[in-house]
């Protein structure tokens, strides 16, 4: 397809698993970005890609949220030992620049439920 | 720091009415861009307008339209003659021009159009 694809949609697992999603952005795109939306709030950044360079972690919560993307396309968002508090909706997006505050489209999220 | 606030939880209309939704964001900084986005309730994010801070036209597309005023830091939008479809989770966004492209979201106001 077209547009930024998410894998898987929903995941349920169980306090203390590890999991990982994975984001296929659109092609061409240079920009990747991740985000984590809470149930009635808006999307919080998580940190952000151009190329296969993490240009921005700061949104990370604590040290058991990674993410890569190694050859610069699809990416990988990594949460170790889960929690509960880790439940909520994991959005990518891409641009299809670098550093310009291209227009970000996502795509349509992994819905995370930890048990 | 950088902040959106919608204040508007929750707006509910009758078909045909006209309906405007809030944003006011805060920055430091010069040089930024803001957006707005629909969250329908299928749950994907759906761009729909992206300005920068040196353009303060008003623009309108269809029944959309987006009222900028950088003199009481306010992006509001505007739908005229809603219909059902236009029921959504609607959320403003804020980037600074530079060093990060990072998108700062509103939590979101939920319009309810009704038949």
């Known amino acids: 397809g077209a547009g930024v694809s998410q894998s898987p949609r929903y995941k349920v697992t169980k306090r203390g698993q590890d999991v990982a999603l994975r984001c296929d952005p659109i092609s061409g795109h240079v920009s990747l970005y991740w985000y984590r939306q809470a149930l009635g709030q808006g999307p919080e950044f998580l940190t952000y890609?151009?190329?296969?360079?993490?240009?921005?972690k700061s949104g990370l919560p604590n040290d058991r949220f990674s993410a890569e993307r190694p050859e610069g396309s699809i990416s990988t968002l990594t949460i170790q030992r889960t929690e509960q508090r880790d439940s909520a909706m994991y959005r990518c997006a891409s641009s299809l620049r670098a550093a310009s505050t291209d227009t970000q489209y996502f795509g349509p999220g992994t819905r995370l439920t930890v048990l | 720091a950088q902040k959106v606030t919608q204040a508007q939880t929750e707006i509910s209309v009758v078909e045909k009415e006209d309906v405007t939704l809030d944003c006011v964001y805060e920055?430091?900084?010069?040089?930024?861009?803001l957006f707005w986005y629909k969250q329908p309730p299928s749950g994907e994010l759906v761009f729909l307008i992206r300005?920068?801070?040196?353009?303060?036209q008003n623009e309108i597309s269809g029944r959309y339209s987006w009222n900028f005023q950088k003199s009481t830091s306010s992006f509001n939008f505007t739908i005229t003659a809603s219909q059902v479809v236009d029921s959504a989770v609607y959320f403003c966004?804020?980037?600074?021009?530079?060093?990060?492209?990072?998108?700062?979201f509103g939590t979101g106001t939920r319009l309810q159009v009704f038949p």
């Open positions: 890609f151009n190329y296969e360079a993490q240009q921005d």
């Open positions: 920055t430091r900084d010069t040089t930024y861009y």
């Open positions: 300005r920068n801070s040196f353009d303060e």
């Open positions: 966004a804020l980037s600074e021009g530079y060093n990060t492209d990072k998108l700062i």
